[in-house]
């Protein structure tokens, strides 16, 4: 048993050589180094760091690129993801506002966020064939010009609040590919030991930027009206049209499957190297695992600038549209996808639950909350998504990097699973912390600070969750990390859609303290779940490699 991960016989994909030495206090001599003298390693440590995946020679591949490029790409896809994702909460302080406006209850103006969710879920399950076949970039693309029109049209609705849902509904569909697809382009830019930090960031842009919006609506919405804070978000968004197209290019790449030695089923090490004939055979067809694609041309010319502006360049799988369409399906019925959906998706749920009750708390006595104060509340959110940020950049490679020596320079993906603890510590205090201080402060025992403190641990948590999730997702199933991410999607849009169409009667019905109470009972069991993924999941993953759910589907 490695660190408390069950062992299996043979290699299984996902688990790999990291550090290029046999002891772990000891490199090996670069001369007699069977990995190094076989594998691309970074040097650039005091011990060598084998690459996984492979970068292959061509000057096209993604991982070749130099590391501020890629960076980058990555800031200008996480401050688009800000605006993107700013969408979800964009009403969370007009709640009352928008009530009074449209003359309805606080049911309807919270379906607002409800049915935009719905969007965002709906449309990541058929954006999954597209960014599978002819990649990310596109999808960018056009879920920006769906945002900038959308934006425009929620910011000229008038009184008219069915018009309204309905822009509000298509700002979900632009916005899916932000939510889905940032962080497997994470999986595509960078090697397994760079990954971590800036899942991290991703994660805070897709998750925890969205909690600063709130703190600007309010005072916006009180200084200019509301329907600006949707004209504000067409004019960035517009903004983010022109960075996305002229900086981000293509970053999915149809490599030669014998580079993936991430998720490889033969190791990528002395104990077996890929053999000159196995190569030469994948110059026809490469089956590595569940991979199964036509090995790309040995050199290819560098792109020029211009050609890396196109929409397309070349279809990434041979795989039908249709079959494409329905895989994520099948994969809520394997673990690994199941733990990743409950992980990341409660948290947000109650995220959301949390976001749209908010005004209703603290509208009436004793602090009759107007926007501008319910706005300013989300700064402890916004401080915990940053406070979750930290938390999971420093202890995501580190701790990773740390279990890796452990176990002899062998990586498990399993190793990011412990990220769970903080989330655990973080969410569930905020949890059980709101349900005792925003009660007591409707009664006059706690100052108003204190309950948004704990709004804050509770996103802090969220944040970490959703980067445990997240890198364990692209590490332990990178092939179907498309697949995986909308399996993510789907749940916690639903379930959050679920939660807005029920959470103002449950509050009324049940009150404040004992709805979080249950709500913290609930995230402690599906914390806990982490304890036989991390056991297990290494069994986990041999077992579906060896009986492939999507085979057995008929999807692959």
């Keep these: 048993m490695g660190l408390g991960i069950l062992q299996v016989a043979g290699h299984v994909p996902g688990t790999t050589r990291y550090f290029d030495f046999d002891d772990p206090g000891r490199p090996r001599p670069r001369t007699d180094t069977a990995d190094a003298s076989a594998l691309k390693c970074d040097r650039s440590g005091p011990i060598p760091i084998i690459l996984n995946p492979q970068p292959s020679d061509d000057p096209n591949d993604p991982l070749n690129w130099p590391i501020w490029r890629r960076d980058l790409i990555t800031f200008i896809l996480s401050l688009t993801a800000i605006f993107a994702t700013a969408l979800g909460p964009i009403l969370a302080a007009n709640t009352l506002t928008l009530s009074v406006w449209f003359s309805l ?79 497997a382009a994470v999986g595509d830019l960078y090697f397994v030991h760079e990954r971590g930090k800036r899942m991290a960031f991703t994660n805070l842009a897709v998750f925890g930027g969205a909690f600063f919006t709130p703190i600007l609506v309010g005072k916006i919405t009180h200084t200019i009206k509301w329907w600006w804070t949707f004209n504000l978000v067409a ?134 909350w107007g926007e501008v104060q319910t706005g300013y509340a989300y700064t402890g959110p916004f401080v915990g998504a940053l406070l979750g940020f930290f938390t999971a950049g420093i202890f995501a490679d580190w701790s990773a990097k740390a279990l890796t020596r452990l176990n002899g320079g062998i990586y498990e993906p399993e190793f990011r699973i412990v990220l769970v603890i903080p989330q655990l510590i973080f969410g569930v205090a905020g949890l059980f912390g709101f349900a005792v201080t925003a009660q007591g ?30 890198l364990y997702i692209v590490d332990a199933y990178r092939d179907l990390a498309i697949e995986g991410f909308t399996c993510l999607i789907i749940f916690k849009n639903m379930f959050s859609f679920g939660l807005t169409f029920r959470a103002y009667d449950w509050l009324v019905h049940s009150g404040i303290r004992e709805v979080f109470f249950t709500l913290g009972a609930v995230q402690i069991v599906v914390c806990f779940l982490s304890l036989p993924m991390y056991v297990f999941g290494k069994r986990n993953r041999s077992f579906f490699h060896r009986h492939d759910l999507l085979k057995i589907f008929g999807l692959r």
């Design 441 to 470: 402060t409707l009664e006059g025992q706690f100052h108003w600070v204190v309950p948004i403190v704990f709004f804050g641990f509770e996103v802090a948590g969220t944040v970490i969750g959703a980067v445990a999730s997240s």
């Design 105 to 183: 209850d606080f049911t309807y103006i919270a379906l607002l966020t409800g049915y935009f969710l719905l969007g965002v879920g709906v449309a990541g399950f058929f954006f999954v064939p597209s960014g599978r076949i002819w990649g990310k970039r596109h999808l960018f693309i056009i879920g920006l010009l769906i945002l900038v029109a959308t934006s425009a049209w929620a910011g000229a609705v008038g009184h008219n609040y069915t018009s309204l849902l309905w822009a509000r509904i298509i700002q979900g569909v632009g916005t899916a590919p932000f939510e889905g697809l940032v962080n």
């Design 235 to 368: 004019i960035f968004c517009g903004a983010s049209l022109i960075a996305v197209f002229l900086f981000c290019p293509e970053t999915a790449y149809r490599r030669d499957a014998s580079l993936n030695t991430d998720i490889a089923s033969f190791p990528a090490s002395d104990d077996r190297r890929v053999s000159e004939g196995e190569k030469a055979a994948a110059g026809q067809r490469v089956t590595t695992g569940s991979l199964s694609t036509p090995a790309p041309p040995a050199v290819r010319p560098k792109k020029r600038f211009a050609q890396s502006l196109a929409l397309f360049d070349g279809r990434k799988t041979d795989e039908s549209f249709f079959k494409l369409l329905f895989r994520p399906l099948p994969l809520f019925t394997q673990p690994a996808f199941l733990w990743a959906a409950l992980i990341q998706g409660t948290m947000i749920g109650w995220t959301v639950f949390i976001g749209v009750i908010l005004a209703a708390i603290f509208l009436g006595p004793p602090l009759f």
